[in-house]
């Protein structure tokens, strides 16, 4: 690790420490080394720790750009992370002195625009929408499922929607986050047996057919101030329950990311914003 390139990045306030091992092959992180630097107060990334850490590798493939290998802040791997992408992509832009790259992932090629200095719009692709692919443990409509939170005849929560950007989310409508308990719920659901691989959970207050406020507990690191494969889930889940149209402002705790699930092809593009916090060698 000793003279590795190393940054420490966010997007909307979702944090990352990015390891840059393009010409280092051979680098890896155990989940255990991975969960220690992302700890909050650790030697490398402080007080706030980081929600995922990033290793930017070559392509696996010659119609991409760059790899991205995503950790959660409790160390193991998964195929998605939307702030992450918009931040790599705006690194390797910046770079290579260009305004659009592909970011490959375990799960997609994405393909990256600068939209302004710090501003980064990504094709999120389509959402997957059958129970398999989220996945779900058995075979049920994702529009809205059968999970419900507090009383039997009168649940706090219910009907979540289950979407997957590439990682699995059930996004809950709420009235108030007070009522909600994000916190508390989160936990629960993100280890439901109705999801094999576990989930990362949002809450949105549909404030207009526009705007949604969002809170996510996030899968493998608990709440953070963004998500924006959770984002896009919110939004996919809240047009197809009818809350929304398809182009919607969310609001997350660390700013704001712009969803447009497009009609004419069926993907959804995020844009939003990236900030570089510190860039060194290890
Ligand atoms: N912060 C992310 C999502 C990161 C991965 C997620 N916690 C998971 O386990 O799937 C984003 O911006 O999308």
């Known amino acids: 690790m000793q003279g590795m ?8 306030g979702n944090r990352f420490a990015v390891f840059d091992a393009r010409e280092q092959s051979d680098f890896t992180l155990s989940d255990a080394q991975t969960a220690a630097i992302c700890a909050p107060g650790s030697d490398i990334m402080g007080p706030k ?3 995922q850490l990033i290793i930017m590798r070559a392509p696996k493939s010659g119609d991409a750009d760059i790899f991205m290998e995503i950790r959660n802040q409790k160390g193991f791997e998964v195929d998605a992370c939307g702030n992450a992408t918009r931040c790599i992509a705006w690194l390797f832009m910046r770079d290579a002195e260009t305004d659009n790259c592909v970011v490959q992932t375990n799960d997609a090629l994405l393909q990256c625009k600068l939209v302004d200095t710090y501003q980064v719009a990504v094709d999120m692709g389509p959402p997957k929408l059958e129970w398999d692919q989220i996945p779900l443990e058995e075979p049920m409509h994702t529009h809205h499922i059968d999970v419900k939170v ?3 005849d009168e649940p706090v929560l219910h009907n979540p929607g289950a979407v ?3 990682n699995p989310h059930c996004v809950f409508f709420v009235e108030d986050f007070t009522t909600a308990k994000p916190e508390k719920v989160g936990p629960m659901i993100e280890f439901h047996p109705l999801f094999p691989q576990q989930a990362n959970v949002g809450f949105a207050k549909v404030e207009s057919k526009e705007k949604i406020r969002l809170k996510v507990w996030e899968r493998g690191v608990g709440m953070t101030l963004a998500c924006g494969t959770g984002a896009c889930a919110a939004v996919v889940a809240a047009h197809r329950q009818k809350r929304t149209g398809r182009k919607v402002e969310v609001v997350v705790d660390g700013g704001t990311l712009y969803i447009d699930w497009q009609e004419n092809d069926n993907h959804v593009i995020m844009t939003g914003p ?4 510190k860039e060194g060698v290890i």
Request: net charge negative; glycine share 20%; proline share 5%.
């Open 164 to 166: 997957s950007m590439g």
């Open 5 to 12: 390139k190393f940054l420490i990045m966010n997007g909307a």
């Open 274 to 277: 990236v900030a570089l916090e």
């Open 150 to 152: 507090g009383p039997i």
């Open 49 to 51: 720790g980081a929600d």
